[in-house]
């Protein structure tokens, strides 16, 4: 299909006042059209500039629709050439055409599932939130998890509504009051399957639809799914030097929940400062708004003692603080917590156990065992030390090839870094040139609800070993070197 004539085809097809995102109709057009066979293996498609004009939209409209159908396959991105259909699909042998994609969702559910995009290369260079899962105490946890499998209690196989069990919430709340200075009994802590559920639990118990929810910008795409999929207005506040900044004109309309990630900022990296906690925790108790503290890897600092959480600040028990074992453990776990305030603590119970049947008590049994003979205390130990070398490896490596040209976030914390690029950099196209050589690069775009006002990408290093974390910070500085030229 010459691209005149696609570009004649997708101008009448696309639906400006519909439903729909035009990033996400043109995705599902064109990859109808790859699927058909009306784009054979290795068409070109136009540049994204040039396909913006013709249809009179955003270039990042083109490229959010393009890095989909790459990651999925349908793409492929040739260095120095441009964007083609991938070889796989041939006129020849194009499969039949596919019904609608989402047949019989709801309105809401066709804008949850837009919403829920998926991110690739889940582990690897440079995927960031992964651990290091090698080096896990795996004989020391198997056998906490044997003990309850082989001889379990048979209350942690009935159906129970505690909130999760007594004994880990118990060792849990020693834990966070000891290593993130937060207050609460243990029956406070609601143990949820991981921290997106923590999340929607949230979403749906203290919001209703249209209520305005502050999330960071760039920010945590995982709360922005939640908070859409409950109706919210999200309003995007931009993030400085010192954390979340609201300005006078987002206080129009006062916030039902207030999203942060104050200990280290996702993807950031900035500390929220005291000054602009207080401002936040003044401004919950002025407008009986919620604040929700996710602090899901402050265990890996490496210049100074973790951070305290803000959850220990607050008086007027407007916080609720949410963690993940995901990092700290294994993300298959599938483990997280909330801490409430007392007078929520009853509903949420509830709630959960109703909606969601409360289970792996086996494994909380486990967990909590973990904890108490200090298996748990000295893996963060270990894993603190070993991200410190790997994060030091990985700024060495691209400093010594590439000297100043890419600027690196300071790394107190974490994970991951950021790479700063120059303003107007093509961030996508990076993305999908390195996917080829198994470089997994998020673009600091992808974080941004609002216009972006920097460009840069998320570095994961902790998942990576060292001699794969020098040869890939070696591709990742060819495949700037070769676009500064």
Request: glycine content about 8%.
């Amino acid at each position: 299909m010459p691209a005149d004539w696609l570009s004649e085809y997708l101008r009448g097809q696309l639906q400006r006042q519909g439903a729909e995102s035009l990033a996400r109709q043109l995705y599902r057009l064109l990859r109808e059209l790859i699927r058909e066979g009306k784009l054979a293996g290795g068409a070109s498609l136009p540049a994204s500039r040039a396909l913006a004009a013709e249809l009179a939209l955003g270039r990042n409209t083109i490229l959010n629709a393009y890095e989909q159908l790459g990651a999925e396959g349908y793409l492929e991105s040739r260095h120095g050439s441009g964007t083609y259909v991938a070889t796989l699909f041939d006129a020849r042998s194009a499969p039949p055409p596919r019904v609608e994609q989402h047949p019989g969702l709801s309105q809401r559910g066709q804008r949850v599932a837009a919403g829920c995009t998926l991110p690739i290369g889940l582990n690897g260079a440079f995927a960031p939130g992964a651990p290091e899962l090698k080096r896990f105490p795996h004989a020391q946890w198997q056998r906490c998890l044997q003990a309850h499998v082989l001889h379990p209690q048979p209350e942690n196989l009935h159906y129970r509504h505690d909130g999760g069990l007594p004994a880990l919430k118990q060792v849990l709340s020693q834990y966070l009051y000891l290593a993130r200075s937060v207050r609460c009994r243990p029956e406070q802590i609601i143990i949820t399957q991981g921290a997106q559920q923590g999340l929607e639990l949230l979403a749906r118990l203290l919001s209703d639809p249209g209520d305005v929810a502050w999330v960071e910008d760039p920010g945590y795409n995982g709360a922005q799914a939640a908070w859409r999929a409950a109706d919210m207005t999200i309003e995007p506040i931009p993030v400085d030097a010192q954390g979340m900044a609201p300005e006078p004109r987002h206080h129009a309309i006062p916030p039902r929940l207030i999203y942060i990630t104050p200990s280290h900022q996702y993807p950031t990296g900035v500390v929220m400062s005291l000054a602009r906690r207080l401002e936040l925790l003044q401004l919950a108790k002025q407008h009986d708004s919620w604040i929700i503290e996710d602090d899901y890897d402050s265990e890996f600092r490496y210049t100074t003692h973790p951070i305290a959480s803000l959850q220990g600040l607050a008086d007027s028990e407007r916080v609720i603080y949410l963690g993940t074992f995901s990092k700290v453990m294994f993300p298959a776990l599938g483990l997280g917590y909330l801490v409430l305030p007392e007078a929520l603590v009853d509903p949420f119970r509830r709630v959960q156990a109703r909606l969601y049947r409360e289970g792996n008590y086996q494994v909380q049994a486990a967990l909590a065992d973990f904890i108490e003979q200090g298996h748990f205390a000295r893996h963060i130990k270990h894993m603190r030390e070993l991200y410190r070398l790997r994060q030091q490896l990985l700024c060495g490596t691209l400093r010594h090839a590439l000297g100043d040209a890419l600027p690196l976030s300071a790394g107190e914390a974490g994970l991951h870094l950021v790479a700063q690029l120059p303003d107007g950099f093509d961030e996508w196209e990076l993305s999908q040139a390195a996917a080829l050589q198994r470089l997994w690069l998020r673009p600091m775009l992808k974080h941004f609800i609002g216009p972006a006002d920097r460009c840069g990408l998320v570095l994961g290093y902790a998942g990576v070993e060292e001699n794969d974390i020098r040869a890939a910070a070696l591709k990742l500085a060819a495949l700037l070197e070769a676009r500064w030229k």
